[in-house]
């Protein structure tokens, strides 16, 4: 059956308007992949570049082992047409095969041309060759691998968006400096420290050439103040999946609390301030920790040899953890807009969180879980007990956390970018001129 004819044309109408948007990312996450799905169903999406994009349909896979396999379809992009896809793969394929190896250190350290800066550089150049050939109208390009790519993009007139998925870079090395000598025993598990000044150079080079920059929330935009005009940010929220059924948690007081974190385990992260709050409690609590070990800390090692705690998991495992505890705890000193919160909500898991994880746009103090200052045990250790003790009011946060999680989808996220990409962009498309004057312009003076 042939498509109606309005349908047609409103196809080809759209089509007309449709944006040429590049997007890139050297790896992609889950944020990145709705950013992507949201320009696809859009029409906006002119390429997506990133280093490796793993065809799970491939002959090739079915021979690999199956850990390799999982790895592999990590890297996989389904969101968007595969001939839109385009790939740098050579220094991340060296990157990742010198991992957990003797080559490492050699190879990836620092700013090495095969560290994970030197390789968002590396990607940032070839993305930047592939601007200058093809005709587009927006650039979206991450923090750290987007500095060649903003300056072709002025070049050619393009318009430069930017998104800065986590807190300035100055802000959060100031704050993290302050806690490396508050707190000693954990300065190690605080790699952000050891940034160059070049590093954060190149980064603020980018904010400088971005025309707009998007941020997940008001935190984040808080700490550009004073760095980047307001007019030139935008927040855009992420999403959270859709709600997961969960059995009713009970009223008995008598089983322990199940404590979940998720994320590395870094002072960034608030690791130390959790493990304090959790001796406090002592038979009061279970902890289960998700999340790889960053340096050898002796707090650290003996909490990950006494409680239950898994390096890594597929993001499925993560959500089924989710249902089965009673809160998640993350104390972090900065962060974006932490993707672990909104999961949790969706899984009707109350958080205790600080305003510094970026989501207070969600998450509010005694509703969804409760928000605590940053760097304090203390008042971890008072709202766990709380939630120890009021089981009615665990029931009762619990249900308002899916509640919520139900109204923030990441359908409405992509919907949200889609429609800021266009408002920022379209104003710089300049219509040609006619070869007519216009009859006021032929009078003009």
Not at 19 to 26: K, W
Not at 407 to 433: D, G, N
Request: proline share 7%.
């Amino acid at each position: 059956m042939s498509a109606p004819a309005n349908h047609s044309v409103n196809s080809e109408k759209r089509a007309e308007k449709s944006l040429r948007v590049l997007l890139s990312h050297p790896t992609g996450n889950q944020n990145v992949r709705n950013a992507l799905e949201g320009l696809v169903e859009q029409g906006m999406l002119a390429e997506f570049w990133t280093t490796l994009a793993w065809n799970p349909e491939s002959k090739w896979n079915r021979m690999l082992p199956s850990g390799l396999r999982a790895q592999l379809a990590k890297r996989a992009f389904p969101e968007a047409p595969r001939e839109r896809v385009k790939c740098v793969p050579s220094r991340e394929i060296v990157r990742l095969s010198a991992r957990n190896s003797f080559l490492n250190d050699l190879l990836c350290s620092g700013e090495r041309p095969f560290s994970i800066i030197g390789m968002y550089r590396h990607f940032d150049g070839k993305v930047a060759q592939r601007v200058k050939a093809m005709p587009l109208d927006a650039v979206y390009a991450y923090e750290g691998g987007a500095l060649e790519t903003f300056r072709e993009a002025k070049r050619r007139g393009v318009a430069a968006l930017y998104e800065l998925p986590s807190s300035y870079w100055h802000w959060e090395h100031k704050l993290l400096s302050e806690e490396a000598e508050r707190n000693p025993e954990f300065a190690d598990l605080l790699p952000k420290l050891k940034d160059s000044p070049k590093h954060m150079a190149w980064k603020d080079e980018e904010l400088r050439l971005a025309d707009h920059v998007l941020v997940p929330s008001q935190h984040v935009r808080n700490t550009l103040q004073g760095v980047v005009p307001e007019e030139r940010i935008r927040v855009v929220s992420y999403g959270a999946p859709p709600v997961r059924p969960r059995k009713p948690a009970g009223s008995d007081t008598s089983r322990p609390l199940k404590v979940l974190f998720v994320g590395a385990l870094s002072q960034r992260k608030g690791i130390g301030y959790l493990l304090d709050a959790i001796e406090m409690l002592g038979s009061q609590v279970e902890l289960t920790l998700v999340g790889g070990r960053i340096a050898a800390n002796r707090r650290v090692d003996a909490a990950c040899e006494r409680w239950r705690w898994f390096e890594a998991l597929a993001h499925f495992w993560v959500l089924e953890l989710m249902r089965e505890a009673d809160v998640l705890v993350l104390p972090s000193l900065a962060e974006g807009c932490a993707l672990v919160v909104p999961e949790a909500l969706a899984c009707g898991l109350p958080v205790i969180v600080t305003p510094n994880t970026g989501t207070l746009e969600f998450v509010r103090d005694g509703v969804e879980g409760f928000v605590t200052p940053i760097c304090n045990s203390e008042a971890i250790a008072e709202r766990l007990n709380t939630l120890d003790r009021n089981r009615e009011l665990l029931a009762s946060m619990s249900r308002n956390a899916q509640t919520t999680a139900a109204k923030m989808s990441w359908e409405s996220y992509r919907a949200h970018l889609a429609e800021t990409v266009e408002a920022v962009t379209r104003p710089r498309i300049v219509p040609k001129a006619s070869s007519e004057p216009k009859p006021d312009q032929r009078f003009a003076t």
